[in-house]
């Protein structure tokens, strides 16, 4: 089975690429003409339904338990997916759903800006380079982003979301104090090892981090995806839309 | 049990997990991992549209009373990704699709199995919604 074949040689393959072990030299790292890691490119990334898990490839490496706060559990524990999960109604799903999602992205880079193109919904994102945080911005979905380079690594600051979505498919809380870190670093021609921090003081006691591997798809070509389309969960009753 | 497409409640693995399709919504938001169904019948129709193809199918229990189907499948771009069409199904196939029922009790079905008569699995993958990869014991 041609899809079981693809899996099981990404299987194979990406435990030599896993975050931290042995990264290619710096030499391999393709950069910009200003001198920065150039993280352009279509990435395939893994899909991320729970961040507790870690995948068996090692491509991505959770934390199997949440520090949640007495809040942030009850938010866990009372949540069902049959009262409305959001997405079903094609709302956005966010950032770090988004990040989570399957679907490829693109990304595009110039001195100012890094762009984070999601084939999931066809959303994207915007992220000014060493600019400050909007002041008194409307909280968004995908919250307010700005980059700065630390060193080799792109580091993306995100705050004043809505608090309307959630982390994971499966549903893991968080609130709109949440905080999140996002850290990029391209270390070979072929991949990206990603981190991201949760800081959430009102979902979780510390911030926790989840990592992940990369893997440019210079084969592949970003398509269109609409949600709407034919959404017949939702236009058929299937699915109930979101608490409002 | 009189009906083809009968709720199985026997443990019978469905389709190793192969590859993730679905994350335009949570498994648990519209589909009930208790209720595992198998489907054997003709297809009437494919949906090869986002966020999900949709196939329908017709099936007949034993007096030959026909009823109507439809199931989720994956996102037509990771279909194409790994090497489907609209065309690998097509208006008459006969198909043996495993999955499970949704909540609300319809004639509707999340695939998580799509066979031809040849054992040929179309559309392949499972679906990482949350959802179950296989059928859990006792079910």
């Given at each position: 089975?041609?899809?079981?074949?693809?899996?099981?040689?990404?299987?194979?393959?990406?435990?030599?690429?896993?975050?931290?072990?042995?990264?290619?030299?710096?030499?391999?790292?393709?950069?910009?003409?200003?001198?920065?890691?150039?993280?352009?490119?279509?990435?395939?990334?893994?899909?991320?339904?729970?961040?507790?898990?870690?995948?068996?490839?090692?491509?991505?490496?959770?934390?199997?338990?949440?520090?949640?706060?007495?809040?942030?559990?009850?938010?866990?524990?009372?949540?069902?997916?049959?009262?409305?999960?959001?997405?079903?109604?094609?709302?956005?799903?966010?950032?770090?759903?988004?990040?989570?999602?399957?679907?490829?992205?693109?990304?595009?880079?110039?001195?100012?800006?890094?762009?984070?193109?999601?084939?999931?919904?066809?959303?994207?994102?915007?992220?000014?380079?060493?600019?400050?945080?909007?002041?008194?911005?409307?909280?968004?979905?995908?919250?307010?982003?700005?980059?700065?380079?630390?060193?080799?690594?792109?580091?993306?600051?995100?705050?004043?979301?809505?608090?309307?979505?959630?982390?994971?498919?499966?549903?893991?809380?968080?609130?709109?104090?949440?905080?999140?870190?996002?850290?990029?670093?391209?270390?070979?021609?072929?991949?990206?090892?990603?981190?991201?921090?949760?800081?959430?003081?009102?979902?979780?006691t510390k911030p926790w981090t989840n990592k992940r591997t990369f893997t440019l798809r210079p084969d592949w070509e970003?398509?269109?995806?609409?949600?709407?389309?034919?959404?017949?969960?939702?236009?058929?009753?299937?699915?109930?839309?979101?608490p409002r | 049990m009189r009906l083809k497409q009968a709720v199985l409640v026997a443990g019978i693995g469905l389709l190793a997990a192969c590859l993730p399709l679905v994350a335009h919504h949570s498994f648990a938001a519209e589909f009930d991992s208790t209720k595992a169904i198998t489907l054997q019948g003709v297809v009437t129709k494919l949906d090869w549209m986002n966020p999900h193809i949709w196939i329908y199918l017709d099936t007949k229990d034993d007096s030959g009373a026909v009823a109507h189907w439809q199931c989720e499948g994956g996102p037509p771009n990771t279909l194409t990704r790994n090497g489907w069409t609209k065309d690998s199904l097509k208006i008459g196939d006969q198909v043996n699709i495993e999955g499970f029922r949704s909540k609300d009790g319809s004639n509707t079905c999340n695939a998580r199995s799509v066979k031809l008569p040849n054992g040929k699995s179309v559309f392949a993958g499972s679906a990482e919604d949350g959802g179950p990869n296989k059928r859990a014991p006792g079910q």
């Open positions: 089975m041609k899809v079981c074949t693809v899996t099981f040689a990404i299987a194979v393959l990406l435990p030599a690429m896993v975050l931290g072990q042995g990264s290619a030299p710096s030499a391999a790292v393709p950069r910009t003409p200003d001198g920065k890691p150039d993280l352009s490119g279509l990435w395939q990334r893994p899909y991320v339904p729970d961040m507790t898990k870690t995948n068996k490839d090692q491509s991505q490496i959770g934390i199997a338990d949440l520090p949640f706060t007495d809040a942030g559990l009850k938010a866990w524990k009372s949540y069902d997916a049959a009262n409305g999960d959001y997405t079903g109604s094609c709302l956005p799903f966010g950032l770090m759903r988004s990040m989570n999602s399957p679907d490829p992205i693109q990304i595009m880079q110039s001195p100012q800006y890094v762009a984070l193109l999601y084939e999931q919904n066809t959303w994207f994102h915007v992220i000014p380079i060493d600019k400050p945080h909007h002041d008194g911005a409307t909280p968004t979905w995908f919250g307010d982003s700005v980059g700065h380079w630390d060193g080799d690594t792109f580091v993306v600051d995100t705050v004043n979301f809505n608090g309307r979505t959630r982390l994971d498919t499966i549903g893991h809380p968080h609130s709109d104090a949440l905080h999140v870190i996002e850290r990029f670093t391209r270390t070979d021609a072929k991949h990206i090892a990603y981190e991201v921090t949760i800081d959430d003081p009102r979902t979780f970003i398509m269109e995806y609409s949600c709407e389309e034919n959404n017949k969960d939702l236009y058929e009753g299937h699915i109930k839309p979101p | -």
